[in-house]
Every structure is written in C-alpha cells, then in structure tokens.
T-cell receptor, first 119, second 110 residues
Framework: QVQLQESGPGLVRPWETLSLTCSVSGVSVNIGSYYWNWIRQSPEKGLEWLGYIYYSGSTTYNPSFKSRLTVSLDMSRNQFSLNLKSVTAADTAVYYCARSYSYGHFDYWGQGTLITVSS | QSVLTQPPSASGTPGQRVTFSCSGSSSNIGNRYVYWYQQLPGTAPKLLIYRNDQRPSGVPDRFSGSKSGTSASLAVSGLRPEDEGDYHC???????????FGGGTRLTVL
C-alpha cells in the first residue's frame, strides 16, 4: 500500500533553512499520474498548501512561499524534499507531505512532522 | 482569514444528519472542483469527497458532497461518535494560483 513518511529536524533556528524529506513506499515517484506535495498546518493559519513537484521535475509553488521554497525529487531514493529559507516563528507548524492527482485532490498523506522555529 | 469560509463548529447527536458548508467565489468553487477532508484528533487529514460529490473507495455512503454556484456542502448522515473531528474543504483558486483550504469545521457528537 502507498505510504508517505516525513522526516526532519523538529527544531529550526530563526532565519535558517528548514529541510524536510518525504519517503514514499508502495508507488514510484517516477510515475506521471501523480503530483508530490507539501502542506502545513498551524492553529493560526489552518491548512496551507506550499507546492508540488511532478515526476518530470517541474514544480508549482504557492505564490506566498515562492521566494523561499524549493521542492526537489530524488528518484533513486523514491523521495522528495522541501527547503524553506529564512524561517521565522510564523513557519512553526505540522508539515505534511501528500500525493495528489490534481489540484486539491490529496489521496495519501504522511503522518506529519512538527517543526518549531525558535532560538 | 481563509478564502473559503466554513463555520467554526457544528454538533449533532448519534444517528442525526449534519451538514457542513463551504462558501467561496467564482475564482475558486464557482469554477473549480471542491474536495472535503476529515481530520480526526491527532491524525492527518483524510480524503472524504473529491470532484464535488465523488467518494473514494472505502468511504461510507453516509458521507455525501454537493456543489451549487460558489458554495459546497458535505452531509454526514447516521452520525457516529467516531465522526468527531475537523472537516476541511479545499479547492483551487485561479486568482491566487494556489490550492486553498477552508478554516475547517469542528464536529462534536453529543
């Protein structure tokens, strides 16, 4: 069965770069039917879609994060990753990776990982 | 404040029918599909409804979705205690060029 699992540092200092990885099992990220997404959730802002990467390497980002966000794909490890630069306390959230068929159609989610931005 | 508007709370008793609303505009719900997610306490969201009114395999037919104009609704019939949690709507917004979510409605089963 399809499973996604986020991994990350838990705690990030302000103005540093947040790096997360999503390990995918049960399906290859090198299939053209799916998009690989990052979504976060905080009490203040609720669910926020950050962006996705397609198997071809093309990306689409939420304009609110475009200047700070990079999503990349590692087909050899069947993983995809998120880098979010210059984080502040407002980036404290649970970060989820998710598979989608199209915009908004997230059919598989990871369990989420809590990221706290603090010195 | 979310672009998609959902009431913050709803409640019902076991066996009842509850409806959740999601209000948007022509740049999102009016011209795009709506998706609904159930988030039980301490878990990731789970897809309940896709493309306005379609249920994924494994989702009980107690859950149904509909869309009219710039609003959408999710109905849960035969309410059960295990339905307690948060319900989120989502859509694409052409003006923002992003997937957007509603603020979520918290369901309490009394």
């Amino acid at each position: 069965q399809v499973q996604l699992q986020e991994s990350g540092p838990g705690l990030v200092r302000p103005w540093e770069t947040l790096s997360l990885t999503c390990s995918v099992s049960g399906v290859s990220v090198n299939i053209g039917s799916y998009y690989w997404n990052w979504i976060r959730q905080s009490p203040e802002k609720g669910l926020e879609w950050l962006g996705y990467i397609y198997y071809s390497g093309s990306t689409t980002y939420n304009p609110s994060f475009k200047s700070r966000l990079t999503v990349s794909l590692d087909m050899s490890r069947n993983q995809f990753s998120l880098n979010l630069k210059s984080v502040t306390a407002a980036d404290t959230a649970v970060y989820y990776c998710a598979r989608s068929y199209s915009y908004g159609h997230f059919d598989y989610w990871g369990q989420g990982t809590l990221i706290t931005v603090s010195s | 404040q979310s672009v998609l508007t959902q009431p913050p709370s709803a409640s019902g008793t076991p066996g009842q029918r509850v409806t959740f609303s999601c209000s948007g505009s022509s740049s999102n719900i009016g011209n795009r599909y709506v998706y609904w997610y159930q988030q039980l306490p301490g878990t990731a969201p789970k897809l309940l409804i896709y493309r306005n009114d379609q249920r994924p395999s494994g989702v009980p037919d107690r859950f149904s979705g509909s869309k009219s104009g710039t609003s959408a609704s999710l109905a849960v019939s035969g309410l059960r205690p295990e339905d307690e949690g948060d319900y989120h709507c989502a859509s694409w917004d052409d003006s923002l060029s992003a997937v957007i979510f509603g603020g979520g409605t918290r369901l309490t089963v009394l």
